[in-house]
Each structure stands twice: as C-alpha cells, then as structure tokens.
C-alpha cells in the first residue's frame, strides 16, 4: 500500500485473480465443507497452484515478497466465501513469518521453503486448557537432556494439528515464574509424532479440527529450539500479533460475504409490493453494516502496511483491527441473517455459517477481552 | 400478579416446571440438538404434566391457563432446551386460531385431544412469498358444494409432519378481506410434507413445507366466516408474541446461569479479565430482568384485554429476543475459545436465540407495528 491508501497494481492482480478462484473452485464446495467438516485438500491445493503460502515471503525462499498485506487480501477474498479455507491458508503463513523472524539460518533453509510451496503443513500450539493462550501459565514442560528437549504435557484446541507436518510448540524450559521460561519448539512429524486424544466438536469452521494433543515424552534436537531458550515469550506475542492480523483479514472476508449477500437479497425479495431495500429501516441497517465493513477495512490495511514498512506498531494496530473486525463480522453477519429472515436461518443460505464462523474470530488469540486488555496497556504505557 | 411478584402458587408452578424440564431435557439435549431429535417420549411426559395443553379451557380437558401462567412455564422450559419450549409453544400457537375463532363443535372435537397431547398441532400461515406481509398469501381455497379445494405451498412451517392438525390460512377472496381461516387435520387427502430444512438452530423443533394438490377441507372445518383468517392471525400474534418473550427471557436467563456459574469456577482461569468479566454479566443481569418484567407486564395487560397489548406484545418479543441473542453472543465470549465447541451448552444456546429474532414476525416488523401503535395510522 502506497501513502495515499491505494492498493498497488500488483496487489489488485493478486486479489482479483484469488476472487475469481475462490468464486469459481470453493464457492460451489463451502456448503459442504462446513456440513461434513471434512478437511478440504482440494482446496489446499488450489491455494499450492496460485502460490497463494509464499507472497508475504521472501524470493529468497521462493516467496513473492509481496508483504503480509497481500497475504490479507487474499485471506479476505477466500474468508468472503469459506472461513475454514481462509485458516486453511493463514496457518502456514504465522509459522513461516516465524521461523523467518526468529529461527536459524538452518531452520529457515530447512523449512521455510516447504512452507511457501504449499508442501509443508503446519499449526501452533500455544492454547491450553488451564492457561488459555496467556503464555506465563503454560504448564507442558521441556527437559533438556543433553542434546535434547523431552517434551511432556497437553496443548487444547490446536487447529489443524491433524493435517500439519510441523508444529511449533511454545512449552516451559524453567520454572522460575518469569517470561524467561517458555521457549519454542519446532517439532517434526516425520521425527517426533505426537498424538491426538481428541478432536473437539465445535460450532463453526468445522472443516479445520480442533485437536487436543498429547505430548508424552516427545524427544526433539536441540537444533529444533527457536530463538533462545527462554525467547518464546517474545515468539508467541508475535504470534499472536501474525494471527491477529491474518484472523481479521479472515473476519473481513466473513463481514464482506454476509453484506454482499443481504443487500442482493434484500433487493430482490418483494414484501408489501416493494423490495424491503426500499423500507428505511432496512436501508439503516446495510449503512451501519457497510460502514464497518470499510472502516474494519482501512484500520486492517493499515495495520498490514505498518508491518509491512518494519513498524512494530503494526501490530498495535493488528490486534484493534481483530477486536474491531471480529464484533464488526458478528454484527454484519447476525444482522445478514435477521434480514434474510427464515431464509437466513435455514443451511440453504450461507449466512448462518457465516454467523457461525464469525463467532470464533471474536474468541482466537486471546479473546477480545484480552485484546482490548493489551490495547488499553499500550494506551496507557504500562 | 399483584405488586409485581409472583404469587406463592405461581412460584411453585414455575418450579415444577423447571424441575420437569431440566429432568427431561438435560441428559437428551445435546443429541436433540446434533441429531434433530423430536423425542415424543418426552413430549409425553409434557402432555402428562400439562404442558401441551397449558393454553387449552379446563372445560376441555386443559390447564386454562392464563398468558401470563403459559409465559411463565414456557420461561422455564427454554432455559433449558429452547427446542423443547418451541414444542410447547408452536402447540400453542395452533389451537389459538381454533380457541378464537372455532365453533364449539370444532373445539369440543379437537381441544380435548390437544389437551393430552395426542393431537400435536402446528400453524399454516407462511408461504414463500408471505412472510411478514401476510396479505400477500396466494393459497387459495376454491369453494365447491360441501368442501373447499386448497392449492398452494406453505414454507417455514413448525411441527411439519408431526402435527396431527394445523391452523391454515389460506385466500377465498381478494385483497385483505380475502383470507379466510380453517382447521386442517394432517391426513387431509391432497396434503403432504414437502421439503423438511435444515436450521442452524432449534433443530428439535421440525419445520418444512406444506403442498397442497387439490386438497380437500369440508366446510365444517372453516374456522368462523370466510375472509376471518386475518382477525385469528392477529389474535394469535397477540398471545403468541410475548410467549416468544417468555422464551427468549427463559434462554438468556438459562445462559446467564451457566455463565455465571462458569466464571465462578473459573476465576483463576479468567483472572486477566475478571473485572470486565463482571461488568459483562452485570449488563446481562441488567438487561435480562428488563426484558424478564416487560414480558411478564405484557402478559398481566393481555390477560386483562388491556387496549395496548398489540403494541407491548411487539415490544416484548424485540426487546427479550434481542437481549438473548446479545446475551448469548457475549456469554459465548466469557467462555472463551471453550465456549464455541460443543463440550458446552452455551454455542447451541447462542444457535438458537437467533431465530427468535425472526420468527413470530421479524423484530423490524415489530418495531413497524410499535411505530404504529405510537403515531397512529
């Protein structure tokens, strides 16, 4: 993004090609998706074929070098028309950023190239069920033995860590009570399997699975650590900040998709001899709708551009244009059903998925409550 | 009610329908709600108890009770299983036409029936076309020598294939006059069950379309005079919409609970963001009691045939719906990522609340007729 908030020509291309594909390969699948919530490889690999992993990263590593904000348009063109493909697409991208930020040289060559082909799956662990995502109360523990880390404990509701080929796992290298004591963890299927206890049925994007695993004497190389013992405090904020980012491109999307649907709906649907577009009290309601889509909009891209431009700020902005965004797709989507009326309520229409998947936006990395907590500590300097 | 509370008896119906309810419901919600389930093993207990007949004279066989009483066991129910209060009050809703506007050999035939619950009932009004404008109803009921023909299409319809007889609307003339009521009976040759939907919600409580082909209604089943069914319409509405109130009151109240329970076992857990925590679930408590006196007001006007009970009614099921769909969206939030997977109640309850919302008339019909009532035409 330019200084005069337009998008470049390059970046319209990406967009516009991703709109075409996501209306024409998984718009027809979305229904299904969510009613079977069976992972959808075919899509996966229509997001391999466009390259779709690799544009925020460097050519270097065969990326397209075209920035975390290119990544969000196309998360909010795929989120318009299915949530559980825009994750599906998001998760390699935070591990990638990751391993590109803090890993080393070896973990980069050894990994990131894989990530931005498409090849590589991934997911990250951070969540527990006692902890939450609040990093200072994890309880997995990782022994050092020798040129090992032994792994042991539980991570809840990590998506996607049935299809992934590597996590990164934030787990405790000591028990002193400071941030000093997470450390990251890159763990290797191929090397160390973990195990699923259990997959947890939920309300939406049922198509990526949340998984309870169980590591049980999970013995990785030390070479696995990313960053320095004790850095994965650090890590995981920046995490959370990638996700936040990419879960409200992903919210954008939802918000975009339910308000385009109303308002073709509200216009050819004939009640009392007018199309209820034409009744005031609807026309309200798709204007508050519309004005928060845009202005979700321009604080996400802003947030985009700022990381973009190396400002740590960006992520300032990132975790409001999550808060922002998530309520603002709640609204926009609830309210996409009220005007839809039976209709909206029924799986014939996609916008009680929408509704659905909105939902979870308002509750990752970290709910909203504790966004606004980290919002108001950086407001207030504390 | 006297003094805005509730009597000693009142208190202790209540009980013993949340006792019932929560006996009943809890072990099978979960499976209700994955699997659509319409458990009549339940629903006969209900009967048994009642609960199918609440709305029906005690000269019938029913409970008589009064709006007030049905709001508040149906309260109950929907803090439990907003599935189950649909059961109740769907059946409500189908004999209202009957009660209203049925001579008493048509009441003496069927009303004692839906009073034990043997006759399930459900209410044939919307058409694809006729949502919230119901005028624009197209089924028409073509008057032969003894019988009317019915042709048309009814969608959205509760209780579809369970009911053993529907309230029908159907046209037997032009424009607002036209509309004519009639009692159905589901074996009604030219009759079938079309297409059954598939909800994000209250998946217990079944709905789909109604096809008539040259459906045959003998005269005799003509709910009072032709071009009434408008008046029965409006008269349902009247009791009906507080009662979707009452269920909207009795599903936040329900989620409030779980809520509320949930942060106190979990302050650890919730510590970072207990203060707000709290003023979340004081803004809920806030709104649910406001809601909660507006429903029961309501219900102490209809009873009493007060001239305002149209505009309360409609004030009632928006401000309550709203508030539990609001609620439910935010109880959904103290639970956290937990609270959207199914090892809690909560995500269905917010599933449900939202059809509330809808039905009943759309809570921006509500606000028209409120409008209404307050300008003046």
Redesign the interface.
């Known amino acids: 993004m330019s200084g005069d908030y337009s998008l470049t020509d390059e970046q319209k291309m990406v967009r516009d090609t991703v709109r075409r594909m996501a209306q024409e390969k998984i718009a027809p699948l979305a229904a299904e998706i969510d009613d079977t919530g069976v992972f959808p490889s075919v899509i996966r690999e229509q997001f391999k074929e466009l390259g779709l992993f690799g544009l925020a990263f460097p050519e270097a590593y065969g990326g397209s070098e075209m920035g975390i904000l290119s990544s969000a348009l196309v998360l909010e063109e795929i989120g318009r028309i299915c949530s559980s493909s825009a994750i599906i697409c998001a998760a390699p991208i935070t591990t990638g950023l990751l391993i590109l930020e803090y890993g080393s040289d070896q973990q980069k060559k050894s990994f990131i190239p894989g990530i931005v082909s498409g090849n590589t799956t991934t997911a990250v662990a951070l969540f527990e069920t006692d902890a939450g995502s609040d990093p200072e109360r994890i309880a997995t523990y990782a022994e050092k033995a020798g040129d090992r880390y032994v792994i042991n404990g539980k991570k809840g509701l990590v998506d996607l860590a049935d299809e992934a080929g590597l996590i990164i796992v934030f787990a405790r290298t000591k028990n002193s009570g400071k941030p000093q004591d997470i450390s990251a963890f890159i763990i290797e299927k191929d090397l160390t399997p973990w195990s699923i206890e259990r997959t947890v049925e939920k309300m939406g994007t049922t198509a990526i699975h949340a998984c309870e695993l169980v590591f049980e004497g999970c013995a990785i190389p030390q070479k696995n650590r990313m960053g320095e013992e004790g850095g994965g405090q650090i890590i995981a904020a920046r995490a959370r900040g990638l996700n936040c980012i990419l879960a409200a491109a992903r919210g954008l999307g939802i918000a975009q998709g339910a308000l385009d649907y109303a308002l073709n709906y509200t216009k050819e649907r004939v009640q009392f001899g007018r199309p209820i577009s034409s009744f005031q009290g609807i026309q309200f309601m798709l204007a508050d709708m519309a004005a928060l889509v845009e202005t979700g909009r321009y604080l996400l891209y802003k947030a985009c551009a700022e990381v973009d431009r190396g400002q740590a700020e960006g992520y300032y902005f990132g975790a409001m244009a999550k808060c922002f965004i998530s309520d603002a797709a709640m609204k926009v989507a609830t309210d996409a059903i009220q005007l839809l009326g039976g209709y909206g309520y029924m799986k014939d229409h996609p916008v009680e998925r929408m509704m659905r998947d909105a939902k979870l936006i308002q509750l990752v990395e970290g709910t909203n409550y504790t966004q606004h907590i980290f919002l108001a500590e950086g407001l207030l300097g504390l | 009610m006297s003094q805005f509370s509730l009597t000693d008896e009142q208190k202790e119906f209540a009980g013993k329908v949340l006792d019932l309810a929560r006996r009943e419901l809890l072990p099978m919600s979960y499976d209700i709600d994955k699997k659509g389930l319409y458990p009549w093993d339940i629903v006969k207990k209900f009967s048994e108890f009642g609960l199918m007949g609440l709305a029906v004279p005690k000269e019938y066989g029913g409970m008589g009770c009064a709006l007030f009483d049905v709001c508040l066991a149906v309260e109950q129910v929907a803090s439990v299983d907003v599935s189950a209060a649909m059961w109740v009050g769907v059946n409500i809703g189908g004999l209202l036409p009957l009660l209203n506007g049925g001579n008493e050999e048509q009441k003496r035939q069927y009303l004692p029936k839906i009073a034990t619950g043997e006759y399930i009932t459900g209410v044939a009004f ?1 058409e694809p ?1 006729a ?3 119901l005028h ?1 109803l197209r089924t028409s009921a073509a008057r032969r020598s003894d019988h009317y023909v019915i042709n048309g299409r009814k ?2 319809i509760s209780n579809a294939g369970i009911a053993k007889v529907y309230s029908l609307l159907a046209r037997t003339g032009k424009g607002k006059g036209g509309i004519t009521g009639f009692i159905l009976d589901a074996d009604a040759p030219g009759l079938s069950v079309g297409k059954m ?5 209250v998946r217990g409580s079944h709905t789909g379309d109604l096809i008539f082909e040259d459906c045959k209604i003998p005269f005799e089943k003509r709910l009072g005079d032709e071009g009434e069914g408008t008046g029965l319409a409006m008269g349902m509405l009247n009791f009906t919409r507080p009662l979707i109130g009452a269920q909207a009151v009795g599903l936040a109240a329900g989620v409030f609970e779980y809520t509320l329970e949930y942060a106190r076992e979990n302050k650890t ?1 919730l510590a ?2 207990f203060e ?2 709290k003023y979340k679930l004081a803004d809920m408590a806030i709104r649910i009691e406001g809601a909660r006196q507006l429903v029961y007001q309501t219900a102490f006007l209809a009873d009493s045939g007060h001239s305002d009970t149209g505009k309360f009614s409609s004030m009632a099921k928006c401000f309550a719906t709203d508030t539990a ?1 609001d609620v439910c ?1 935010e109880a ?2 103290v639970f ?8 809690y109640s909560v ?1 269905r309850f ?2 449900d609340a ?2 509330l ?3 009943e008339g ?3 019909i509500q ?2 007729t409120i409008a209404k009532a307050l300008l003046g035409r």
């Open positions: 919307t076309e949502g919230s404008d624009s969608c959205f939907e598939r909800k994000m919600g857990r970072p963001c707000i925590i769909m969206i959904v939030s956290g990522p937990r609270g959207y997977t199914s090892d995500e917010m599933r939202k059809i919302q809808i039905y759309t809570n921006q606000r028209v």
